[in-house]
């Protein structure tokens, strides 16, 4: 089966810098690559995903990048600012119903 | 408005208890799961289910049990709650592979 690892698991950062996340998967089979991102006490939130026929994209602050040979993709988020502070997890799926495999997250930290 | 919801939040409960925790979705999905997970840790998959009558057990091994009779709704049952059991539990559900989460239900067993 799929697995999915994350580093940084802790990512400590002075507002205002960028913070990168990256994920390796296994399964080449693998054509879709969503994060989420959950604060404190709430939900997983889907902020961004990828399919494997796209090498980037963007919205607004945040970026993923996808590099399908080298099985690896990654979150960047510019600008950081006090509410980026989270848990980020990447995941990857193949579109079995068995769904996503998950990385085992990264706490960004933002420091004042 | 479309959502998933989870009842309840929050439930402290003694050990041998059964207890159910609840899952419904008015998304219309097929997909739906339940993870396990301790604050701020990794996401663990304990069931999923395709559709209606269809339940499959996920990567980590668990005591407990789910049903799925209506598309909408996807409950978990613990037969006998342990202090092991102590969690949040999380249920989401997927339209082809992207997964939306209810808010969980934080479970302490005593």
């Known amino acids: 089966g799929e697995n999915v690892e994350q580093h940084p698991s802790t990512l400590s950062v002075q507002e205002g810098d960028s913070a990168v996340i990256k994920c390796t998967y296994s399964?080449?089979?693998?054509?879709?690559f969503p994060w989420y991102k959950q604060e404190l006490g709430k939900r997983p939130q889907l902020i961004i995903d990828?399919?494997?026929?796209?090498g980037e994209k963007k919205d607004q602050r945040i970026a993923v990048t996808l590099n399908k040979t080298a099985k690896h993709f990654s979150l960047h988020i510019t600008e950081t600012q006090p509410e980026d502070s989270a848990v980020y997890f990447c995941?990857?799926?193949?579109?079995?119903?068995?769904?996503?495999?998950f990385g085992k997250g990264t706490h960004l930290i933002i420091q004042p | 408005e479309a959502d998933i919801y989870q009842t309840p939040r929050y439930l402290v409960i003694g050990t041998g208890k059964k207890i159910t925790l609840e899952c419904s979705q008015t998304?219309?999905?097929?997909?739906m799961y339940w993870y396990q997970q301790d604050p701020g840790m990794e996401l663990h998959l304990i069931h999923y289910?395709?559709?209606?009558?269809?339940?499959e057990k996920g990567d980590l091994s668990s005591e407990s049990t789910v049903s799925r009779i209506r598309t909408e709704h996807f409950p978990l049952t613990l037969e006998s709650a342990r202090p092991s059991h102590t969690s949040q539990y999380l249920c989401?559900?997927?339209?082809?592979?992207?997964?939306?989460f209810g808010p969980g239900t934080r479970l302490t067993v005593l």
């Open positions: 289910s395709y559709g209606v009558n269809s339940t």
């Open positions: 998304m219309g999905h097929d997909k």
């Open positions: 989401a559900s997927s339209v082809a592979d992207t997964q939306y």
């Open positions: 995941a990857a799926s193949g579109g079995g119903a068995d769904g996503l495999t």
């Open positions: 399964d080449s089979a693998s054509n879709y």
């Open positions: 990828i399919r494997s026929n796209v």
